[in-house]
């Protein structure tokens, strides 16, 4: 099963620290989960102005608990493919939550795979919108994790249509 994941973070540097993280698989099924013990000192005006404010607001849970949900959500699937934007910053945190790379749910492919590597693989633009790309012009929540994630499905779709 591919799953389509992102994350918003604290900041683009080494100590960054999960704030959310949106999931949405083949099939439409979601997960979506905001911290409450991510370092606010970390967050800059940006951050404030359009991750903060882009919460959805309501159940917010410790790191901790986040790896019991995301553990159990992700035992409903046989074989998961993880898939995400520029996974750099994404993919190490998705990591952390279980305690490192080595701790990440068995059923978990090891290898993350992006839509940037396949937009420039496939000819097109990687600095594009990925809104316009995937002609998504629902007004929504850009930098809300869970809205990220449904734009990364859309674009991946999209793409592995695209004749190189």
Same mark, same amino acid.
Request: proline fraction near 2%.
């Given at each position: 099963?591919?799953?389509?994941?992102?994350?918003?973070?604290?900041?683009?540097?080494?100590?960054?620290?999960?704030?959310?993280?949106?999931?949405?698989?083949?099939?439409?099924? @979601?997960?979506?989960? &905001? #911290?409450?013990?991510?370092?606010? *000192?970390?967050? =800059?005006?940006? %951050?404030?102005?359009?991750? !903060?404010?882009?919460?959805?607001?309501?159940?917010?849970?410790?790191?901790? @608990?986040?790896?019991? &949900? #995301?553990?159990?959500?992700?035992? *409903?699937?046989? =074989?998961?493919? %993880?898939?995400?934007?520029? !996974?750099?910053?994404?993919?190490?945190?998705?990591?952390?939550?279980?305690?490192?790379?080595?701790?990440?749910?068995?059923?978990?492919?090891?290898?993350?795979? =992006?839509?940037?590597?396949?937009?420039?693989?496939?000819?097109?633009?990687?600095?594009?919108?990925?809104?316009?790309?995937?002609?998504?012009?629902?007004?929504?929540?850009?930098?809300?994790?869970?809205?990220?994630?449904?734009?990364?499905?859309?674009?991946?779709?999209?793409?592995?249509?695209?004749?190189?």
């Amino acid at each position: 099963m591919r799953i389509y994941f992102d994350t918003e973070f604290t900041g683009l540097h080494k100590d960054t620290t999960l704030i959310s993280i949106g999931m949405i698989d083949e099939d439409g099924r @979601e997960y979506y989960a &905001e #911290l409450c013990d991510y370092d606010r *000192e970390q967050c =800059d005006e940006w %951050i404030e102005e359009n991750v !903060l404010n882009n919460l959805k607001g309501g159940n917010f849970i410790t790191k901790d @608990e986040l790896k019991n &949900e #995301l553990t159990e959500w992700l035992s *409903e699937y046989e =074989d998961v493919e %993880i898939w995400s934007d520029c !996974l750099s910053y994404d993919w190490v945190l998705f990591n952390d939550i279980f305690g490192g790379a080595f701790d990440i749910p068995k059923n978990v492919y090891y290898i993350p795979f =992006d839509i940037c590597t396949l937009m420039k693989v496939k000819g097109v633009d990687p600095d594009i919108s990925r809104e316009d790309y995937a002609e998504m012009n629902e007004k929504s929540s850009k930098h809300n994790a869970l809205w990220d994630a449904k734009v990364i499905k859309a674009c991946y779709e999209k793409l592995i249509k695209e004749v190189i």
